[in-house]
C-alpha cells in the first residue's frame, strides 16, 4: 500500500496540476507495491500510469486547451478569450481561405509531422486594411482549433523604462511555452516599425530585435498571430521570420452579396435587393458592412419581423460611407 508520504506527493501534484509529478509518484508507488509482493496491483498502476501519459502527449499535440487566465504579472499583458468562430462564417479570398485552411490542417496532424522531423506552420503575419478580417481570421483560428486566444495588451506591454518592454515580451513567450493557444499581436506595427527610421528610439529598435530574437527561437505549439494596417512601416527582418504572410483586401464587388446574405442569415432578405446593396457597399470594409447589417437586424428583431427591411440597411450603409468619404 502507499505510505503516507507518496499520499500526500499524489495528493499535493493534483492540487498543483503538476502531471509530470503525478505521474512519478504513481510510479513510485507501483514500484512499491511490486517490490511487496503485489505484482497484479502494481501492473495496474503502471498501465493507468501509460494511459495517463499517453493522454497527455495528445493533448500537448493536438485537442481542446482549456481556458486559462492569465495571472500575476501576465494579467495586465494578455486578455484571454475562446472564440467560437468557424473560417465558415468568414468571407475571405481564395488565396487567403487556402492558407488558412493548411494551417489549420498541418496543426491537426502535428505529431504526424513531429514523427518525421516537420513543423506546423503557426507564425503568421496577417497584413491588409482596417476592418478586413485579421482579427476575426485570429478568433477563427482560435475555434477551429479549440484553442484559447490571448490578445497581447500594447498599452501595458510598452514602458518608457529601458530593457522592461523586453522583459515582458520574454513573459510573454515563455507563456507560449506553458498555455498552447493562438497569440495575437494586433496593430503589431507598435513594435514591429523599420529600425532604421529617422524619428526611431533606441528603446522601440531593443525591443523588435528582441521580437525577432524570442521568435526565431520559439518551439512551441502556440500559434502566433501579428497583424498590422501599415506594411510599408514594417522592417524587412520581419518577414523572413514568419511561416507565412497573408495579404487582405477591401471585398471586391462578387465578396460582398454573400457577405451581406451570410450575415443576415437568419432573416428574410430578397436576393435582387442583396445584389443592389452590394452595389451600394462598394468600397466599405467587412467590418463596416457587418455593422450595417446588423443595424438592420436590430431594427427587425426591435420590431418583432423575420424580414429585413431593405430601407434600413440602405440606410445604414449609407451612413457608413458617409464617415468613410470624410476621413478621406
Not at 503568421?124 to 484553442?147: C, D, F, I, R, Y
Not at 516599425?193 to 525577432?212: C, K, Q
Not at 443576415?264 to 457587418?290: D, P, W, Y
Amino acid at each position: 500500500m502507499a505510505t503516507a508520504q507518496q499520499l500526500k506527493a499524489l495528493l499535493q501534484s493534483y492540487s498543483e496540476a503538476d502531471g509530470e509529478m503525478f505521474v512519478s509518484v504513481a510510479l513510485q508507488i507501483a514500484a512499491h507495491e511490486a517490490r511487496a509482493g503485489k505484482g497484479k496491483i502494481a501492473s495496474e498502476i503502471k498501465k493507468l500510469v501509460d494511459e495517463i501519459k499517453d493522454k497527455q502527449r495528445k493533448s500537448k499535440l493536438g485537442g481542446s486547451v482549456p481556458i486559462s487566465r492569465p495571472s500575476g504579472d501576465l494579467a495586465g499583458l494578455l486578455s484571454a478569450s475562446y472564440p467560437h468562430t468557424k473560417l465558415t462564417e468568414m468571407i475571405l479570398a481564395p488565396e487567403q481561405r487556402k492558407s488558412l485552411e493548411l494551417v489549420i490542417w498541418e496543426y491537426r496532424q502535428q505529431a504526424k509531422l513531429h514523427e518525421h522531423g516537420l513543423f506546423a506552420r503557426r507564425k503568421l503575419l496577417l497584413v491588409g486594411p482596417p476592418g478586413v478580417g485579421k482579427t476575426m481570421t485570429s478568433w477563427a483560428l482560435a475555434g477551429e482549433l479549440k484553442l484559447p486566444l490571448f490578445t497581447i495588451q500594447f498599452h501595458s506591454l510598452i514602458t518608457k523604462f529601458m530593457g522592461e518592454t523586453a522583459a515582458k515580451l520574454f513573459a510573454i513567450f515563455e507563456s507560449m511555452q506553458h498555455t498552447r493557444g493562438v497569440y495575437l499581436f494586433d496593430e503589431f506595427d507598435a513594435i514591429g516599425s523599420m529600425r532604421s527610421g529617422s524619428n526611431d528610439v533606441g528603446e522601440i529598435r531593443r525591443v523588435l530585435n528582441s521580437f525577432l530574437q524570442f521568435l526565431e527561437q520559439d518551439e512551441s505549439d502556440s500559434i502566433i498571430v501579428a497583424a498590422t494596417n501599415l506594411e510599408e512601416m514594417l522592417d524587412e527582418a520581419l518577414f523572413r521570420r514568419f511561416d507565412d504572410v497573408i495579404r487582405y483586401r477591401l471585398p471586391e464587388q462578387s465578396d460582398l452579396g454573400d457577405l451581406i446574405a451570410n450575415r443576415l442569415a437568419s432573416f428574410k432578405i430578397n436576393k435582387t435587393q442583396i445584389k443592389r446593396m452590394a452595389v451600394l457597399a462598394s468600397g466599405l470594409s467587412h467590418a463596416e458592412i457587418c455593422r450595417a447589417c446588423d443595424e438592420a437586424a436590430k431594427v427587425a428583431v426591435l420590431n418583432d419581423l423575420s424580414k429585413i427591411d431593405p430601407n434600413d440597411l440602405e440606410h445604414a450603409i449609407e451612413i457608413r460611407l458617409e464617415r468613410s468619404q470624410a476621413k478621406k
